[in-house]
Structures are given as C-alpha cells and as structure tokens.
C-alpha cells in the first residue's frame, strides 16, 4: 500500500494486470488451460449435481434457447445493454441460467422472489429485459402480469424443454468486450426508488481476481451460494470457486436465514469458507452459547475463513470471534456497496487492488479529519441504470491535476455517503477508518446525533443481547429514535435497563425503547429488517391515531367495517402499516409480508369476530381488495364453501403414481421439512423407505394423490394408514436390516454415519391411553405423511394442504374410522387442524428437549418454538 499522490487523504491499491477477457470467456480458458477438470464437481444442490463439463454443456444449450427466444425483440434498455431477468429460487437451475445469460452476450438482472410486484413492474420498465426467466409457481408468475407487454417471461420448465430441441452446441458470449455490462443489480438507495447498478465484465473479475489472489483456494476447499442473488456478496459466492475449479453447495432460504441449520449445514458439508452480515454473525456465537462452545465449534470447524459485509462489523463481536476461535481461522471486514461491485476494502479498510479511496470535503481533508468516503477504480459501476448524470458517480478532478488523467480507470469517482477518516494501522499501513454513515446523522435541537454511536453505546450494556437503533420520520415534526432491544434476561429487568440507557445517553439522544424477543432479520441476506422494525412502529402510531383516509379506497359503506376489521388483522399479523396495506390494495396479500401460515392466522382471527372467508376464497384471490370482497357475515353460508374443487383432482394411489408420489414425499421432508432440515436425512433415504412399504400404501386403499386439473401435474400427496394395520417393518437402507414402521423420519436424527429414526412412539402410547383413543383394527385413521410439490407457491400450499387435510377426514368417514390421529411438526398443518377443524391436542413436545435412548440431542440447535403435536379429530362427537 502507498499514499496516493494526490494528497494525504487518498488511499491506493496496488495495480495489475489481469487479461482482458469476460466472465464467460475466462470460464471457457480454465477448461482448455487445466485450471478448471472438467470432470470435477461443480454444483451440488441436494440430491442434484452438476460437473464442470455438464455445467459447460448445459449452460451452452441455456444460451441458444435464450438467442431463440429473444432474436426477433427489439431491445428497448436506455443503455443499449441487452438485459435477461431471472426470477429463481437458489439452486443448480439458477447458476446453469446465469452462465447461460452471460454465454448468450447478455447481462442478468436478478429479481427476488420476494419483491412485492410494484417493485417488479419499476424494475422491469426501468431496465426494459428482453426477456425474463422464473420459476412456474402461481404466485411468481402472477407478479409479472402487468408487465407482459414490457418483455417476454419464460418459465424455467419450459425453458429445459426447449433445450431438448436444440442441436447446436456451440454458444459464445456474442464477442463482448471487457467494459459490456455482465450484470445489472437493484438497489433501494437512499430514496427508496430501486436503481439498477450496472457491472461490467471488468469490475467484476477485478473483484474476484483480488480475491483469488489474497485469499487463494487450498485443495478440497467447498464454497456455500446462500446469499440472494439481488445482493452482491451472491457475486463472489456463485463465481469466485467456479471460475477456478472448486465447487459451490447450495442452501435454500431457511437454512441460510436460521442459525442453527446454517451451522448444521456448514457442517455436513465441509465447507471450507462463508460470507455472513454481522448480525448474523452474532447470532451464530449464541446458538454456539445454547449449545455449549464444543459443540459450536466442532459443527463450524471446517469454515477457516469468515468474511463479514453488509453491516459494521464491531470490535465486541471481532473480539467474541477470537474468543470463539483463537486460532487457524481468518476473519475478513469487507466494505462496499452495490455501485463498487459489494467490495473495495478489507479487513480494518486496506484496498483492494485497483482501487483508490479518497476522503473529502469540498476538497482533499488532512490525515486524521473525518469527510467523506468517495472511491475510484476497476471496481467501479459503468452507473446507474438510464441515469447519466448521477450525482453518485463524478469526473474525478483529482486524476486531472496536471490536465493528464493519471489512470483512465481513475477518470470517475464513486460517494459512497459514508463517512471516515485516513489513519495510520499499529503498523504503519494506511487504512479509512469508517466513522458512519450520511444517512444515520440526524438533527436533534439542532444537534447532530448518530444513530450508529446510540446503538453502539447501549450494545455494550451487559443487560442487552441485541440492539437496533432507527429513526422514524428523520428531519419531520414527529421524527423519533427508537431502539429494539432484546434483552439479556441474566442480566436485566425492563426498569433498570432504562435507568442505564439515561445513564450513558444524553437527553437529546435518548430513545424510545421496545423490547423484543427478536431482532427480525431479512430472509434474503441475513441483514436487519429495518422496514418491518419501521413499519412496526408506524403500526403502533396508527392505533393512536386512526386511519381516516378510507374514502380514497373506494370501499362500499356496507363493506367498510369489515374492511377495518380486515386492516387490523393484517396489519397486527404480519406487522404491516395501515398505510401500506392501503397502497397495495390491489396487490397481493403475499406481496406485503403474507404467508402461508400467517394466511391460516388472517382466516382465524376474521372468524373470531364473526366474519367468514374459506381458504380457496382467501387464497386464490389476487388481491387484498378481492379477499375484501370475498368475507361474508359468519352466519351467512358462503356460497364457494362446499362446491367441488376444480382446479384439483383427488384420487386414490395406484402403481402408476409411484414415482411422483415417492419424489413429492421424499423432497418434502429431506428438503422441505421443517424438522428433519436440522439432521441432514438425504432424500434417497425417504425415497427408499417409501418404496419400500409402497405395496402395503397402494393395497390398503387410504392414501391419495392430488394432481392439477389444468395439466395432470403431481401438486400432493397423503400417505394414510390404519393406526393398528399399519406394515409391520421396512428395510432401511442406512442399517442394511429392517426396522418398525414407527420409526419413521418424523424424528430424525444423524449420528456419525448412522441413520436413525423415532417417531416418539412413547409420546403416541402415552396419549393413547390418557386420551382413551380408540383401540382396534378399524377404528383410527393415522395421517401418516403430507407432501406438496416444490412447484407449489406459497398461496397454493395453503389450498392444497386444506384440501388434503379435508381428504383425510373424508377417507376416515367413508372406512367409518371413529377418528383421526397425526403427529405434526409444521406450524401450517397445525395451525389448520386445530384452528379450522378441530383437532385436539393430546400432547405436545417441544422438539429441543427430545433426549434420544443412547442419549443423544440430536435436536438441541431447534428453538425452544418448535413443537411436534400429538392431536386426533373425534368424528363419532363430530357428526
């Protein structure tokens, strides 16, 4: 490192040479040059796997599809770029299409899942995608209706369907040149309007190349892809192992949102290095806290290299890493953004190579003064998105001193709006000490207060465990500081935390205080859910002061009270605003924070009060003010409530559904699962213990498969058996000898190389005989397992679990079973079989206290949340 010479407020890189090539280009040189064998592993997604060569191959036929599919399109981008969006959840399919999109010539622009549809329709008018690849669920494709007339959509299944029919194997990037854009990534900005980010070739192999070099791949090294693709850390977690021959592991959005099964994962896996925000970081040292330190270390002994981004990683959680892992392990502070490629700094802000950071004030500040952080390089955006003249990205006048500019990649600046200020490390490195951010300062009395430091001051109070510091309405008349706090129970109670908090903050800077159990976090990468803790309290505000614009929502007189019960509901459920729930009236209620599960709970608390919607009606109504329209008084009978289901077809197994019927089953819970995702039990092991009791499934008559009306698709599957008929035993395939039935994967659990399986038979004899079930062949129907397709949204999972669960009692009423017992894991199918129909709870379990007969946890990383459910339905009181 060297002081630029500029002035003493300037930071530089060191510079070199890397050949001018693209991402695509580079991938193709490692398979001829050796530095990537074809025949290696390249991505693992489950049970699914790809070789570099088959990912060569693949992605060769993805490309020719997509010239097909876009040749006669005019391409309207502002920017001349020609742009393919991609709407998929993480797997093997997803990186096949990205190397696919850049074989093509063209750049990838990633949409989330998760994006409300107005967000979508922005991004899609902004950036005018020639065409847009998304997965075929219902309520992903339904996001991209309004703009059908802006650009072609191609679902992902048709997309391998066309690939069958593709007899060229040739495909190249289209001959673009290093300084083409290779991806185009959104970011909200300090305006709230997403702008599109456009990276080159150039700046992203920058990236990497510094990355390879600082931090080379030892031999057997495994990389994690678990960031959202819309994030720039997903950059270097997709790209950086494959371009040089190591393989990615993919981990779908709950393992990489829940600490206990990241760690699980990390572990099973073997992988070697990891990307995480701060706040997730902490977290994991308290599942390890939970857990004890043995354990917590042993599950994360193979990640030898952390690398935090995204959030300002303290000196309390470095120190707690070193304490955790004193020695033979690396942790790397990454800083950047977007507009940088997501990294230009490292560690305590020494550069990346090709790159220069300044710190300025109107003009170049002495060493030790605070100004802002603007930055200069290879790392840089070509800019935002059909924007020219951004305020963000300026000529570079100091590269302009002597009329010559020093570097041509230099001849731009980037503000970051970030503050800092040049210091000197203990050994004599240069480095930016980062002193936060434009957008945390606000005027208090004009005073000036950061946020940052508030948060900082009370995160050292030993009473607390996790702190985040907002403001509400910033520069406005009712702006308010509030922290979230969850406190550290050992160490606090709520009064004489607020006395230490006056304590150590002045008046001026003193929040608001809410306490919570947890610190809500983005599911998509891991940061804090800044919006959702914001519309928290806006909520809150709004019971104050109620809502009184209902005459802009053209709601009916007659249908406005329930219209106001509908808000309130919403809005306590899924912590939404009044406001925004209003704005999105004719959005989807899954787009402003619906679920499956929170739908069941909306459905609930609306009949408590005496209002009547069924799950199809809520479901599959495609917006808020069409589930309005749907809610009936209860005491009217609904008239949609008993009609035959059309959009399903319900019939018994036979031997022609055992493929579908053993993969829905087998990728529900291996990969789906809410309990078995913390004990790694592979799909091939419920695929063969299914087709090994298959026979005794199809003979007896009582279990079921569900398939689209529409195209004979396989959408569910139920597996019933006669509690005292069921098979005696099956082979396991782990043991190599057979085993009860009973020991099923309800309670999974892996040791070593051993599979085991327990369903808690005690707690089922148990609630037998305090319950005095019914006893005898014939008499009680046992709901053995559940299953939907991955295919299935999260609206349509509702549907179809409701209506299997209605199959299920209809089965038990036609053989004249006295009634119905399940033992569940999953919160949906809880929530429906207690709430709307009635099931009694005859014990529950809660699954991290389960002590195995060899003594074993194996359950211990589960929250305390997490129950199994012993219930049954008495249809003889029923009828």
């Known amino acids: 490192m060297e002081y630029s010479n500029q002035g003493k407020s300037a930071l530089q890189g060191p510079t070199k040479k890397f050949p001018s090539t693209t991402v695509i280009q580079y991938f193709q040189l490692g398979l001829t040059n050796g530095r990537i064998e074809p025949n290696n592993l390249a991505v693992v997604d489950g049970e699914k796997q790809l070789t570099f060569q088959q990912l060569d191959d693949i992605s060769t036929k993805i490309a020719n599809v997509i010239s097909e599919a876009v040749r006669d399109t005019s391409n309207h981008n502002p920017d001349g770029d020609c742009v393919i969006g991609v709407c998929i959840e993480p797997s093997d399919r997803l990186i096949a299409i990205l190397f696919g999109i850049l074989k093509a010539g063209a750049a990838y622009v990633p949409f989330d899942i998760s994006f409300p549809k107005n967000r979508i329709g922005k991004m899609v008018s902004d950036c005018r995608p020639l065409l847009v690849i998304c997965d075929g669920k219902r309520n992903i494709l339904a996001k991209f209706d309004s703009v059908t007339n802006l650009t072609k959509v191609l679902r992902t299944d048709e997309l391998y369907k066309k690939m069958e029919t593709i007899e060229s194997n040739e495909a190249n990037d289209g001959n673009k040149g290093e300084n083409e854009t290779a991806i185009v990534m959104y970011t909200s900005g300090s305006s709230g309007e997403p702008k599109g980010v456009r990276l080159s070739h150039k700046a992203t192999l920058n990236r990497l190349e510094w990355q390879w070099d600082k931090f080379p791949f030892a031999p057997s090294e495994k990389c994690v892809f678990k960031t959202a693709l819309t994030f720039g850390d997903a950059i270097a977690e997709i790209f950086g192992p494959l371009l040089q021959g190591f393989p990615v592991i993919v981990f779908d959005k709950t393992v990489a949102s829940q600490p206990p099964l990241l760690m699980q994962k990390l572990h099973a896996y073997d992988i070697t290095r990891v990307v995480v925000v701060p706040s997730m970081l902490k977290a994991i040292f308290q599942t390890i806290e939970i857990v004890g330190k043995d354990e917590g270390r042993k599950l994360l002994s193979s990640v030898r290299l952390w690398v935090c981004s995204g959030e300002a990683l303290s000196y309390n959680l470095l120190k707690e890493f070193f304490e955790n892992f004193p020695e033979n392990f690396t942790l790397c502070n990454f800083y950047g953004s977007t507009e940088l490629t997501a990294d230009v700094t490292f560690v305590s802000f020494t550069t990346l190579q090709d790159v220069e950071l300044k710190v300025l004030e109107k003009k170049h500040v002495e060493q030790g003064q605070t100004g802002e952080v603007f930055v200069a390089g290879c790392n840089l955006a070509k800019g935002y998105v059909g924007i020219s003249d951004s305020d963000k990205f300026l000529d570079n006048p100091f590269d302009k001193a002597s009329g010559v500019i020093l570097f041509l990649d230099f001849a731009k600046l980037f503000r970051t709006g970030d503050f800092g200020s040049l210091a000197l490390l203990p050994n004599g490195e240069p480095a930016i000490m980062y002193a936060g951010r434009m957008d945390s300062q606000i005027k208090v009395r004009a005073q000036r207060v950061d946020l940052s430091e ?119 459920v899924t912590l939404t605003s009044f406001h925004t729930i209003a704005e999105n009236l004719d959005d989807s209620f899954f787009n402003i924070g619906g679920s499956s599960l929170n739908a069941v709970v909306v459905i609930v608390k609306l009949r408590d009060i005496g209002y009547f919607i069924s799950i199809p009606d809520f479901t599959s109504a495609q917006t808020i003010r069409e589930i309005l329209s749907r809610i009936s008084p209860k005491e009217i009978e609904p008239g949609t409530e008993n009609q035959e289901n059309k959009e399903y077809s319900v019939s018994p197994l036979t031997e022609k559904d055992k493929n579908d019927a053993v993969h829905i089953i087998s990728y529900s819970f291996a990969r789906k699962g809410d309990l078995e995702a913390y004990v790694n039990v592979p799909y091939k092991d419920f695929a063969y213990m299914i087709k090994s009791i298959w026979q ?36 396991s395939k782990s043991f190599g000898k057979s085993m009860k039935l009973q020991f099923a994967p309800k309670m999974a659990y892996k040791m070593g190389s051993k ?125």
């Open 755 to 879: 599979i085991a399986y327990n369903s808690l038979k005690l707690g089922v004899v148990e609630s037998q005989q305090k319950s005095m079930l019914p006893q005898g062949k014939g008499k009680l129907l046992h709901t053995f397992m559940l299953g939907v397709s991955e295919n299935v949204d999260d609206s349509e999972k509702v549907l179809l679990i409701e209506l299997m669960e209605e199959q299920n009692l209809l089965i038990a009423k036609e053989n004249k079973f006295e009634g119905v017992f399940t033992t569940n894991s999953n919160p949906l199918t809880q929530q429906i079989g207690r709430d709307l129909h009635g099931y009694e709870t005859l014990n529950e379990y809660q699954v991290n206290k389960y002590v195995a007969p060899d003594g074993a946890k194996p359950f211990e990383l589960a929250p305390d949340s997490f129950k199994i459910i012993c219930c049954w339905k008495n249809l003889i009181t029923a009828l």
């Open 696 to 731: 005794s499934i199809v003979e007896k008559q009582l279990s079921f498969i569900v398939r689209s009306a529409i195209n004979g698709e396989p959408v569910g599957v139920g597996l019933n058996f006669d509690i005292f008929d069921e098979p005696v035993q099956w082979k």
């Open 454 to 572: 508030i948060e900082l001051a009370i995160s050292g109070l030993e009473s607390v465990s996790k702190v985040k510091v907002l403001c509400h309405h910033p520069g406005e008349s009712d702006q308010t500081i509030i922290a979230y706090i969850v406190i550290n129970p050992s160490h606090a109670t709520v009064d004489k935390l607020t006395q230490e908090i006056n304590e150590i903050l002045r008046e001026h800077e003193r929040p608001v205080i809410r306490f919570l159990d947890e610190i809500p976090l983005l599911p998509v990468n891991g940061k804090t859910d800044r919006q959702r803790l914001l519309n928290l309290f806006a909520a809150e505000q709004e019971t104050r002061e109620e809502f009184d614009d209902w005459s802009s929502l053209a709601i009916s007189e007659e249908e406005l009270p329930i219209a106001k019960s509908l808000f309130n509901i919403i809005s306590a």
